[in-house]
């Protein structure tokens, strides 16, 4: 079946580090891949997504692209701040008999210190 | 447009008591999916509903557990008989369309404390 293998944390880093959170995936076919936020006590939030490959998602200063010839959709950011202290879930979806439900990696929880 | 609502956001019950979940997808979707959270485990899917109907239930354990999502009112996730293995965080997922391009979007979660 799918399944989703992130980097185990936390990620521990200073504030304006480059952080990179490696994401592959196992799946048939030509999945979407999503990077979602977890905030404590919060639910996921979409962070960025790519539908195909080679497309490369972007969103607050995050990046990730779709690499199928290495099933990955490594998550990046070139400085990180404290106020990006979070889990980070990356997951695919894809077309499944009729259904399409989102599958999850573990997260990975990244701290960043002042 | 209000986001998931779910409620409670947090959830105490004694074993064996029964634990009452609730879902309102945002406006207009359909789709709802229920998902456990586990300290150290990730998002475990549990079950996937449309209006009325259960499309697939492959995540939830047989006994004591059990979904519903009718033609009016919030999608529930019930769990009958708790144990202190039933405490994690539950969350809740709508979808407008089934399409594999489209967001999931996420409530707030239900955190359930078996004590």
Request: hydrophobic content about 60%; proline content about 0%.
């Given at each position: 079946g799918d399944s989703v293998t992130q980097m185990e944390g936390p990620v521990t880093l200073s504030e304006e580090a480059f952080l990179t959170i490696n994401c592959t995936y196992t799946a048939t076919g030509y999945p979407s891949l999503f990077w979602y936020v977890q905030y404590p006590g919060e639910g996921l939030q979409l962070l960025l997504k790519a539908t195909k490959a080679d497309d490369k998602g972007s969103n607050k200063g995050f990046e990730a692209t779709y690499r199928k010839e290495t099933t990955s959709f490594h998550l990046e950011k070139g400085s990180v701040q404290v106020s990006d202290s979070a889990v980070y879930f990356c997951a695919l979806r894809r077309a499944s008999g009729g259904s399409y439900i989102p599958t999850f990696g573990r997260g990975t929880s990244l701290i960043v210190h002042p | 447009n209000a986001g998931v609502m779910q409620n409670p956001r947090h959830l105490v019950r004694r074993r064996g008591q029964e634990a009452r979940l609730r879902c309102s997808p945002m406006k207009g979707h359909s789709h709802v999916y229920w998902y456990r959270q586990l300290p150290e485990e990730g998002l475990k899917f549990m079950v996937y509903l449309q209006k009325e109907n259960i499309i697939d239930e492959s995540g939830m354990p047989k006994e004591r557990f059990s979904a519903e999502f009718p033609k009016e009112g919030p999608s529930i996730l019930r769990i009958q008989q708790v144990v202190r293995g039933d405490s994690a965080a539950y969350f809740c997922a709508s979808s407008p369309?089934?399409?594999?391009?489209t967001e999931a979007f996420f409530g707030q979660g239900t955190r359930l404390t078996v004590v």
């Open positions: - | 369309v089934v399409a594999e391009n």
